[in-house]
């Protein structure tokens, strides 16, 4: 038996762990599962032999909760192509706490799911090491540390190792094409020299190609050192007149393909190193150290050790080292590598501040709220990070296809050599030729770099623009919305909402606002807080209420000094028969045709007033909703507003197609009613009050608000409260879809194309042959393409996000 605790989200009563439990206990192989409500985990006994941890995952969203295992990212080095990342997660899905795998190529790393109570990060180095690879960090520390200083290493040697092969390479030619007097023949002369060049260039390929048999792996080690073993073999043969004649001799040949190989991966692995710049650029604004103050002194610590509740004292110029609250001081903060907001804020004592910003005029202490892995900015990197590692369905065309690509590969080479030689009877050396060719002019590599170089650039550019994507799947849905669903409020709207006019019937202004605000103090609609903030303008005194009821969006009733008072929408006040007069209806209808929300008041079951509030609409909106239209999208505003209220402000925005009066639990069915026509939703709205809505649509799209930033929010968070970034979001979606499309398109027509070529298919009819040294520039060259294809988008900005910079709506 083997005992797990398992972390489960929407837990909130016993009513919930019974489920759990209940649900659990249900499953054969299951011997108890307990609840711990407080510590939002369940204790699980259970037989691995019998039920796996994916079935368990699945018992439990079965109940209606989510498990949440532990998230890693393993650094991972000697991967070179598609093969190698199938071979890596492969191994480690075999560990039976591990429930997802994904390797990216590009990065170099391996982003898994997992419950450390069964499998241990030990266990997971000796699996990927039995693989024939090795873990050369996890988390940060395998990003910035490792990785920078140990690709900087293999860079250089890649680098020497070309520039020596193409040196002694050109040597050789030189030496056949001038052939002066030598002390020995010219092939044991040339045997002499190239062999101990030959051995040290050689010498990763041929290891990396013993270690992938060795674990049963055919990758393109093998093929490249069956490529550069046949020319220099057939070499040696040929140099002591074994089986071969003289004109075997391919020294120069052998040595130039592994200059060229190595070429082509030192190209390739710059490459890839610069698509993951802009994870390092976020990482690197955490600073090292920051200054605290304990029992009045300042200490200067590394930011590990800052705990919640610490006070940090931040200078001008310096780095925020955590979340927290302003308590003394006060600066303009620069939030434009965060937030993208690129015009630095002032921060003073209660704002709420975000680490990894900047502190540019001002000194400022601060009371630390959350610290390490609980910022925002940790957040923000563990989404991209785990983004960049994920896999869109469409990868599945390329995983598909390098699962057959070498076995085909290694039997399109040994037919041509047979076909050449015993069926066409063509020379020996033609028939070599072809072969060697066509094992290095195959390149899998292509295929395995086009989708994650893509996507590792393509979700780097989101979080520099302030755009977080949340995986690949997100990204090719984007490409298939039709229609755009926006909730009104916070999107649409400032999300600030003011009192403009008071209407009072049977009271004066001054009871009238005492008694709607002395209720709505005990509401949290953003409505009630306008009335609050008006009250405190208007000195109203506030009373106690007893009694008090909410109805969910439509209004709330309680006592006030005996008094019973209503405030609520009009059906609110129909459907409890509360009369409004004629007279008064006008002014009603009146502030509504304004675009006004109109909260209504009774007293005593007697209408006594209303009170029309406004929420300004954002500067960006009417564009936002412009540019969704010329992308081809569909656009419709879900709100709370009445009918002829959302109609004067849907026509202001531009938008004719509008859902109103629609509660805010009843945002997800409408959603859904669109999906059931067979629509293609995103929905745009507030992260935190629309999470089912966002969760129900196609591509939720969760716009924050300042720095209250949920990052667990949507399929993409925008980091800055603007409609226009929702349009950049889905215009940056597509644009990475349709690269990572080119670019399967060109690693599959590279391959198509050169590979016959390579085995002499143009021979007989024009007489081409492709000599082994073009098919290893060919070769070189196509990873290299590919990623560069990928590094275009780091500069690519969206035209929405060039609409929303523009003077006209900045500030």
């Known amino acids: 038996m083997v005992i797990i605790q398992i972390r489960v989200a929407g837990m909130h009563c016993a009513t919930c762990a019974k489920a759990i439990e209940s649900t659990l206990g249900e499953r054969k192989g299951i011997s108890s599962a307990v609840v711990n409500i407080a510590a939002e985990n369940v204790r699980i006994e259970f037989d691995p032999d ?99 200083t140990g690709a900087a290493l293999d860079l250089r040697m890649k680098a020497y190792r070309s520039i020596l092969g193409f040196v002694v390479s050109g040597f050789l030619m030189l030496l056949m094409w001038i052939h002066p007097p030598l002390p020995l023949p010219m092939p044991l002369m040339m045997f002499f020299i190239a062999t101990p060049f030959f051995a040290f260039l050689s010498y990763p390929i041929f290891k990396a190609a013993i270690r992938s048999l060795k674990n049963g792996i055919l990758d393109m080690d093998v093929m490249y050192s069956l490529g550069i073993g046949t020319a220099y073999g057939s070499s040696v043969l040929s140099t002591f007149g074994i089986f071969l004649s003289a ?11 592994t200059a060229f190989l190595t070429l082509g991966r030192y190209l390739e692995a710059r490459a890839k190193g610069k698509t993951g710049e802009a994870i390092r650029s976020l990482m690197n604004l955490q600073p090292k150290t920051a200054t605290v103050i304990r029992d ?78 609980d910022t925002i900015l940790a957040k923000i990197i563990r989404m991209v990070e785990e983004a960049q590692g994920s896999k869109p369905p469409v990868q599945r065309v390329a995983d598909t296809a390098v699962s057959y690509f070498i076995p085909a590969v290694l039997i399109i080479a040994f037919s041509a050599f047979l076909f050449w030689y015993f069926i066409a009877g063509y020379p020996l050396l033609f028939a070599v030729t ?24 393509g979700i780097g550019r989101g979080a520099e623009l302030g755009i977080l994507i949340r995986n690949g799947e997100v990204l090719e849905k984007s490409g298939t919305i039709n229609i755009v669903a926006i909730d009104k409020t916070g999107t649409l709207t400032e999300g600030r909402p003011e009192v403009t006019d008071i209407a009072p019937f049977s009271l004066s202004e001054q009871e009238l606002l005492t008694y709607a605000a002395s209720i709505e103090q005990l509401s949290l609609h953003p409505l009630g807080e306008a009335i609050l903030r008006k009250s405190e303008e208007m000195d109203a005194p506030l009373h106690d209420v007893v ?44 502030f509504e ?41 569909s656009v419709v505003m879900i709100t709370g507003d009445n009918e002829h209220t959302a109609e004067v402000i849907g026509q202001e925005i531009g938008i004719s197609r509008i859902f109103a009066g629609v509660l805010p639990w009843d945002k997800a069915e409408e959603v859904s009613r669109l999906q059931e026509r067979g629509e293609h939703v ?15 649509a196609d591509v939720g799209i969760a716009i924050s608000t300042g720095t209250d930033v949920a990052v667990e929010s949507g399929g993409i968070v925008l980091m800055q409260s603007d409609p226009l970034d929702a349009a950049a979001a889905i215009q940056l979606a597509r644009k990475v879809m349709g690269r990572i499309r080119a670019n399967l398109f060109w690693a ?64």
Do not use: W
Request: proline share 6%; net charge negative.
């Open 682 to 696: 995103a929905f745009i709205g507030d992260g935190i009050n629309d999470a089912p809505a966002l969760a129900q």
């Open 748 to 811: 599959f027509f590279y391959n198509i194309l050169l590979i016959p070529v390579a085995a002499g298919l143009l021979t007989p009819f024009f007489g081409i042959t492709f000599r082994p040294e073009y098919a290893g520039l060919a070769m070189a060259l196509s990873s290299v393409t590919i990623v560069s294809l990928s590094l275009l988008l780091r500069s690519y900005t969206p035209p929405a996000k060039n609409k929303a910079e523009s003077p006209v709506f900045a500030g």
């Open 296 to 373: 009045g002194t300042e200490f200067t610590v590394p930011v590990g050790e800052i705990v919640p509740h610490d006070i940090v004292l931040v200078r001008p110029g310096e780095a925020i080292p955590v979340d927290g609250t302003v308590i003394d001081g006060e600066s303009h903060v620069d939030e434009s590598l965060i937030t993208g907001e690129p015009i630095p804020i002032l921060k003073q004592t209660d704002a709420n501040v975000i680490g990894g910003t900047i502190s540019t005029n001002g000194a400022i202490t601060i009371y630390a709220t959350q610290v390490g892995k």
């Open 593 to 633: 045709s304004e675009g006004k929300t109109v909260p209504l008041i009774a007293v005593d079951r007697r209408y006594a007033g209303c009170i029309a509030i406004t929420d300004p609409i954002k500067p960006t909106s009417h564009e936002a909703v412009k540019i969704f239209e010329e992308m081809g999208l």
């Open 434 to 457: 072809a072969l060697i060719s066509v094992l290095v002019v195959a390149c899998p590599c292509a295929l395995g770099l086009a989708t994650p170089t893509a996507i590792t650039v």
């Open 547 to 590: 009694d008090f009821k909410s109805f969910g969006g439509q209004g709330i009733c309680g006592s006030v000094d005996g008094v019973q008072i209503l405030v609520g929408n009009r059906s609110f006040f129909e459907e409890r028969s509360i009369q409004i007069p004629k007279n008064a209806l006008g002014t009603i209808v009146r």
């Open 247 to 257: 004109d075997f001799n391919f020294y120069e040949t052998a040595i130039m393909l």
């Open 50 to 148: 019998t039920v796996s941890l994916l079935d368990i995952e699945e018992a439990i969203r079965k109940a209606g909760f989510t498990p949440v295992p532990e998230s890693l990212a393993l650094s991972i080095s000697g991967m070179h192509c598609a093969v190698c990342v199938q071979a890596i997660e492969k191994a480690l899905l075999t560990l039976p706490g591990i429930t997802s795998v994904s390797v990216n190529l590009g990065t170099g790393q391996a982003y898994l799911t997992y419950y450390p109570d069964v499998t241990s990060l030990e266990d997971m180095k000796k699996a990927v090491s039995a693989a024939g690879f090795s873990v050369i960090g996890t988390g940060d520390d395998s990003q910035v540390d490792s990785f920078d």
